[in-house]
């Protein structure tokens, strides 16, 4: 059993992909094993998954939702720590052993990252900050959003007793998931070093869902 499960969504997304997987076979810390949950790509995604044994390929023949595609990816979770991977996004190569440093050493259950925008390989423009995640600060869905690095979230497998709300297919699932993690009274903890790098793009959810917030 790998000790920690990369977990990574994806549709339509096979021109970002490979970038994504060539990354994480870049990382420092390697007892990792990648589950990607394609959610009805029509895009031909399968036939870009490299042959690996650390990859382990799930599809659906049809398009659920964001929501559906990441409860199916915490279903199938073996490790007793997994991490979130955007298939449009890259991890630094220090990401998985860093994170996981920071969960062992602080007894937190889930640790958040300051993350870089880019557009292009190694064109990457500022730093995202966050700040210590408490709920109870921010008044609106905006203000949680610009507060959380979701994508950047490693966590123990303890946690995914808290499912996403599959009726938020256009975005939002994963902000309503770490607010009733919060609730829950999860212990979360946040590593200064901009260890991920969130790709810019007309197609992103998040850009959607700024635009119609």
């Not at 870049?26 to 036939?47: A, L, N, P, W």
């Not at 279903?75 to 007793?80: F, G, M, Q, R, V």
């Not at 630094?92 to 440093?101: A, D, G, I, T, V």
Request: aromatic share 12%; proline share 3%.
């Amino acid at each position: 059993m790998a000790q920690v499960d990369v977990l990574i969504p994806t549709y339509n997304r096979k021109c970002f992909l490979s970038e994504a997987l060539e990354k994480l076979f870049s990382q420092t810390f390697q007892d990792f094993r990648i589950v990607i949950y394609d959610d009805g790509s029509t895009d031909g995604t399968q036939k870009h998954i490299p042959k690996d044994r650390r990859i382990v390929f799930h599809r659906s023949d049809q398009n659920r939702g964001v929501g559906y595609a990441r409860n199916a990816l915490l279903d199938a979770i073996e490790s007793p720590v997994a991490c979130w991977q955007d298939s449009d996004d890259i991890s630094h190569p220090l990401r998985l052993e860093q994170e996981l440093n920071f969960i062992r050493e602080g007894g937190f259950e889930m640790v958040f990252t300051q993350m870089y925008f880019f557009h292009h390989p190694n064109h990457y423009t500022h730093t995202r900050t966050v700040h210590r995640i408490d709920i109870s600060r921010y008044t609106s869905f905006n203000g949680i959003v610009d507060n959380t690095n979701f994508a950047t979230a490693m966590f123990l497998t303890a946690t995914r007793s808290i499912q996403f709300d599959e009726e938020r297919r256009n975005g939002g699932e994963d902000v309503d998931w770490i607010v009733r993690l919060a609730e829950k009274g999860t212990k979360f903890g946040l590593i200064q070093e901009p260890l991920y790098y969130v790709r810019r793009h007309p197609g992103r959810l998040t850009a959607r869902r700024r635009n119609s917030v």
